[in-house]
């Protein structure tokens, strides 16, 4: 027998006992839901995330419905613009009959309690498939970006978006939008800031999704390099500054130190987003017999709220929600 005084195996030694023990829940109140919409008729799969579509509008409002029921209460929007509307200057991004403004007016009429959140950045209206614009050199303008951007998250607003989360790091652009939506009457609406973003491998399949792949080059100039802690601390106090409500760390899973760092650095609320390549990595596991996909999921989103995010924005949004109802 070993003099042992502390045995932490006492506090796992039954399922009630662990569950007294348990620090950090997750629950469909944590969840954000990205979905994506096109112009088109029907659902078109998307073949590098399997179980997640491109939605017709009718579709989407389906969705949106069968989400409800799930209770996850709050949606992302991610459009995919016919290649014909993708201009050097992005300007369908701020087309009030678009695609986004539409949908956000009939969820809204539709679905008054969902918590409707829009990405601000030019890429799905960009012939250069950049987030911001592209100079004759190639070169990705910053402060010409933002007056587009803000008419972008103006025209959301307008539409009945509740929250702009602005996915496009050019500088200043938080608090650029927080001016123009206070000018206009919209104090109310939210800024959740893509506040460190990082320049990922993992957003591949999105970009198939969307077909929204930059035309040339990579978006180092402008989102962050994954090698990098410290600099995520300088976005946070800017975005903070510049008045957003809640920060976001991109993508979550392998940057789980960051989401850790600014729940130390900051008093808002976090989000983190286990994108489109943590989604594709777990279902190909799991399709393949390889991991158990429901214990695997949950845990890698757990493993977030553990880290110190509030919200989750993921593509498992519905499934983890039925998931967690059903028991593990
Ligand atoms: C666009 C945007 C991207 C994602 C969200 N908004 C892609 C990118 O920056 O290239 C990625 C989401 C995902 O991979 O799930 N600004």
């Not at 949908?103 to 008054?112: G, Q, T, W, Y």
């Not at 409707?116 to 100079?135: C, F």
């Not at 989103?301 to 967690?324: E, F, K, N, P």
Request: glycine share 6%; with cysteine; proline share 5%.
């Amino acid at each position: 027998m070993l003099n042992l005084v502390k045995r932490p195996r006492r506090n796992r030694q039954n399922p009630w006992v662990r569950a007294m023990a348990q620090e950090t829940f997750i629950g469909p109140q944590h969840f954000i839901y990205p979905l994506f919409i096109h112009t088109g008729e029907g659902r078109i799969p998307i073949k590098s995330m399997p179980g997640c579509a491109r939605l017709s509008l009718d579709e989407l409002y389906l969705e949106a419905e069968a989400a409800l029921k799930d209770e996850i209460k709050a949606i992302v929007l991610f459009p995919a613009i016919p290649e014909a509307q993708k201009t050097k200057f992005a300007e369908e991004a701020y087309n009030p009959n678009g695609l986004i403004p539409t949908a956000l007016r009939e969820l809204k009429r539709r679905f008054p309690e969902l918590v409707l959140i829009t990405d601000v950045a030019l890429d799905p209206y960009s012939s250069d498939g950049h987030d911001g614009l592209v100079s004759d050199q190639g070169v990705i303008l910053n402060d010409e970006t933002i007056d587009i951007l803000c008419k972008q998250a103006l025209c959301q607003a307008q539409a009945g978006a509740d929250i702009i989360s602005p996915s496009d790091m050019m500088d200043g652009r938080v608090g650029a939008i927080r001016k123009t939506l206070d000018e206009h009457g919209f104090s109310h609406v939210s800024i959740l800031a893509y506040t460190a973003k990082y320049a990922s491998s993992f957003y591949g399949p999105f970009r198939d999704a969307l077909d929204s792949a930059p035309r040339f080059g990579d978006k180092k100039t402008y989102q962050m390099n994954p090698a990098n802690a410290r600099e995520a601390l300088i976005e946070a106090t800017l975005d903070e500054e510049e008045g957003a409500d809640m920060l976001m760390v991109k993508p979550g899973g392998a940057f789980l130190d960051i989401i850790y760092r600014l729940r130390q650095h900051s008093q808002l609320p976090i989000a983190a987003y286990q994108v489109s390549g943590e989604y594709a990595m777990l279902k190909a596991a799991s399709q393949n017999g390889w991991l158990n996909e429901k214990k695997t999921v949950l845990e890698s989103l757990v493993a977030l709220r553990r880290a110190g995010a509030d919200v989750i924005l993921t593509y498992y949004a519905r499934q983890a929600a039925q998931w967690i109802k059903e028991g593990l």
